[in-house]
């Protein structure tokens, strides 16, 4: 068992349940090289140009952009020249084509920033960043220097928002613009069963593409299209089907466009693959909307308002992940940061539409050349803070789990955020009080359960002073550094940044990462708490218009929308509002509001079904609307984001409404009788503990019997069912049964209240010698274990009575006073001393307190 390991024997639990403003303006911390320059400009510059001087390289890796032309004439030229010169005028990037004397805009030249920020200028949107030209044109393709067009519009998005920052032109909220007005239409949607599509679109799957996109193939990939499961190959095959254009479907385009796997001619294979789309839509009904539903207009998930990441606080953000790539095998670092530490992806490891990535057992690493960039940082500032929104898979995951390591091995590491069980796990190298592996580690209270198999916010800070924290959802867990605070001075630079495992595979764990973010300085918990509100994901505000039935001009149920995961969007925040000017509703019934999707209601997830509200002048804000609801829930995905048609229906919108006839429910089935169950039931580990506790006097908190509860507990019973217990289990139970009745027999003023009368210092000959001896021994143990028997009246029989679950008293008196006789027959040579004594009293006591007395509850 690896050191690590044996640390983390931590206590499974029966329940859990816990419950979750445009990207930062800030972003990383300027070089000291960029302060200085800076300060050099305001000293030497003249105002016109006049200035020459020669400026340091803030960007060394994308090749050679030292600048030694004129002075920057005004602050914000500086900033351009830091932000966006400094970035782009590598020639890998930008600086090949738009400079002096070559193609325009020339916004990289390198004569004169001036010059440059004058044509830059208008290819920068600085109050939203996202719509920049600079931005768009990269997006689309043009010149990227990454494999993914939209990390490096990304990047370039993150290097305006710096530059806005420091001009003071951050959008400050979201405008809200009518979408497009759409009636809802009649749609066909994916039918529960796969039969059809076996018949259809499966063989040719299992034909061409089971040599990859299969579980069980040689060299297997995501998505399993080609499953040996029907049903798995169906479910995985439904967002790469369009069914309202089958040519335009995925499973289409990836033969005749991207000629992925053709099995012959690619142009030939795509209409082979178009027809059995074609046919199987064939196959599905039409669904028509219901004529009598009050209903609003239709919108796509993408008609929305993006409304993603605002507010988030990465100012020192070193490293950053949003996997907004969606596909390929590296998850690309966006905080334009050079070099960018970009995750190279294996194993079983899956995309998330809504941004993220799914570990299956899979890892993300990057290479150690860059993940170096870390060491060089951190280990100069003292202090950082890991911030990930994740979903774990489970609450089963031991070892700890490695969710994010920055490490050289199983066994020795800088630092490791990771899972065991319900506790989230913090291990930090550090000179004064850890060793090589960053133990001892930090871990979440067990009780608490702070790891749920939940979507969360976990961060984790280091600084000199404060040592090692951890936060849940904005919230500090309270929990204690067991460990001194310490430098990095001893962080190992060779190591290499790893997501979901080590760099061995080993210790892997299992969910998705959202968001990752590895920041130079430890975040406050003000900071923390902004970034867990700001949320994570792709986000829309979709305005559903119901002017017609409210007489509200402008009249939208506005809704808080985004892709939850792969196979549901999350619907929140339902506002009701107006885009016109100067307009306050007044007297708007709402009842009984349902999410309509592709021509019909959800099947689940109706939050609103029992909506029974009124819109008033006294309750709507002119700016937000009013809040209809604090509810939200997940609807399904059936086509995909931009495909999948959603609407409104209402019981009573406004001077409309709907009388719905809900459908008299089938009379349950008799139901089937269950398995015999026991009768009885055994203690979970930490009944166990405190039964112990209780029955031998001894604290649980005693440090000999905390060292023994560590080690042993993850082996004690965790479920009631005695159908589940195991020998290795009563074997966990023995051993901290003899630790408390050891710490009571050598605490010498503990043994003589709980024995009175018994002689410790006796040889174990005499002791033991008289029935009354044994009795100062057994007696106080069954009373602790079984109660007080009961004497009954001579009327009714003048016995003695117990439980009639509990174990006979003089069966039990017989067994210990048998094994006093064992302990105490001496050979000759054998020591009957005193110290036999004590050892036969603990021996008695172990037998007592770790039998069924203790484990049967």
């Known amino acids: 068992m690896h050191n690590d390991t044996a640390q983390f024997q931590l206590s499974f639990s029966t329940l859990f349940a816990r419950p979750q403003l445009r990207k930062s303006v800030l972003r990383r911390t300027a070089l000291l090289s960029c302060v200085f320059a800076s300060a050099l400009l305001v000293a030497c510059s003249g105002g016109s140009g006049q200035a020459t001087e020669e400026l340091p390289n803030t960007n060394p890796d994308s090749g050679d952009t030292s600048y030694s032309g004129p002075a920057p004439e005004s602050e914000d030229v500086q900033n351009y020249k830091r932000y966006i010169w400094d970035n782009l005028a590598a020639e890998n990037r930008c600086g090949s084509c738009h400079i002096e004397g070559n193609q325009s805009p020339r916004f990289v030249r390198g004569d004169d920033v001036n010059l440059a920020h004058g044509e830059g200028r208008e290819l920068v949107n600085l109050g939203s960043p996202e719509d920049s030209r600079l931005v768009t044109k990269v997006a689309s393709g043009h010149n990227c220097w990454l494999a993914s067009p939209d990390a490096c519009a990304e990047i370039i998005t993150n290097y305006i928002e710096e530059w806005a920052s420091a001009a003071g032109s951050v959008a400050s909220s979201i405008t809200l613009t009518a979408p497009t007005e759409r009636e809802v239409g009649a749609s066909k949607s994916f039918p529960a069963s796969s039969a059809n599509f076996a018949t259809t679109v499966y063989p040719l799957l299992e034909e061409y593409c089971s040599g990859c996109h299969s579980e069980d193939a040689g060299t297997a990939q995501q998505p399993y299209i080609a499953s040996a499961d029907v049903d798995q190959a169906y479910e995985a095959s439904k967002a790469r089907m369009d069914l309202d254009s089958p040519e335009k479907s995925r499973l289409v385009v990836r033969l005749g466009t991207d000629f992925h796997n053709c099995w012959s001619n690619c142009s030939e294979n795509a209409d082979t693959m178009a027809a059995a789309i074609k046919n199987f839509v064939d196959g599905i009904a039409v669904t028509e909307v219901d004529p009598n539903w009050v209903i609003s207009k239709a919108l796509y998930l993408t008609d929305g308002i993006v409304a993603s990441g605002g507010g988030r606080i990465e100012n020192n953000a070193i490293a950053l992940y949003e996997f907004k790539s969606g596909s390929g095998t590296v998850a690309y670092d966006t905080s334009g940061v050079n070099p960018a530490i970009n995750l190279n992806l294996s194993g079983d490891v899956e995309w998330l539409g809504s941004w993220g990535i799914q570990l299956n057992g899979g890892k993300a690493q990057g290479a150690t050349a860059t993940s170096k960039r870390l060491f060089d940082t951190l280990s100069g500032t003292g202090e950082y803070t890991i911030e990930a929104w994740v979903a774990p898979a489970n609450v089963v995951q031991e070892g700890p789990a490695r969710i994010v390591s920055y490490s050289g091995g199983n066994d020795i590491r800088n630092f490791t955020l990771g899972q065991a069980m319900y506790n989230y796990t913090f291990q930090n190298r550090n000179d004064a009080s850890t060793d090589a592996n960053g133990m001892p580690a930090l871990i979440t209270e067990d009780m608490a359960e702070r790891a749920q198999a939940t979507l969360q916010h976990v961060v984790a800070t280091f600084d000199p002073i404060n040592g090692r924290r951890l936060y849940v959802n904005g919230e500090f867990t309270g929990d204690a550094d067991p460990v001194a605070p310490g430098l990095l001075s001893t962080w190992d630079d060779t190591f290499a940044l790893v997501l979901g495992s080590e760099a061995s595979n080993d210790f892997a764990w299992q969910g998705s990462i959202r968001l990752l973010a590895i920041h130079s300085r430890a975040l406050n918990q003000d900071d923390i708490l902004t970034n867990f509100e700001a949320g994570v994901g792709e986000k829309y505000m979709l305005l559903f218009k119901v002017e017609e039935q409210t007489d509200v001009p402008q009249g939208y149920v506005m809704f808080e929308v985004q892709q939850y995961d792969n196979h549901g969007y999350l619907f929140s925040e339902p506002k009701f509002i107006t885009l016109e000017d100067g307009v306050t509703p007044d007297g708007v019934v709402i009842q009984g509001m349902r999410i309509g999707i592709n021509g019909r209601e959800a099947v689940v997830g109706q939050a609103w ?111 009631a069912d005695v159908r589940g217990f195991l020998a290795a289990q009563q074997m966990g139970i023995t051993q901290l049964a003899v630790k408390y009745c050891s710490t009571l027999v050598d605490d010498t003023s503990a043994r003589a209240s709980y024995f009175p009368g018994f002689d410790f210092s006796a040889a174990a000959s005499s002791a033991f010698d008289t029935d009354a001896k044994r009795a100062q021994i057994i007696d106080p143990l069954l009373e602790k274990l079984l109660g007080r028997p009961i004497a009954w009246p001579a009327a009714v029989g003048g016995h003695t009575a117990q439980l009639a679950t509990a174990p006979d008293e003089s069966a039990v008196r017989a067994e210990l006073d048998e094994l006093i006789n064992i302990m105490t027959t001496c050979s000759s040579g054998t020591a009957c001393d005193a110290a036999r004594t004590a050892t036969t009293v603990k021996a008695t006591c172990a037998a007592a307190m770790g039998s069924a007395m203790i484990l049967i509850h």
């Open 609 to 719: 079904a029992n909506l029974d509200t009124t819109v008033t002048a006294t309750d709507y804000d002119p700016a937000s609307g009013q809040k209809l609801s604090p509810l939200g829930t997940i609807i399904t995905l059936e086509k995909g984001p931009t495909s999948d048609e959603f609407f409104l229906t209402f019981e009573r919108l406004g001077n409309e409404e709907f009388v719905r006839i809900e459908a008299t429910p089938a009379a349950p089935a008799t139901p089937a009788d269950l398995a015999p169950q026991p009768r009885i039931g055994i203690r979970r580990f930490e009944q166990i503990h405190a039964a112990l506790s209780a029955a031998t006097g001894i604290s649980s908190a005693n440090s000999a019997v905390v060292e023994t509860w560590e080690k042993v507990k993850q082996q004690l019973p965790v479920e």
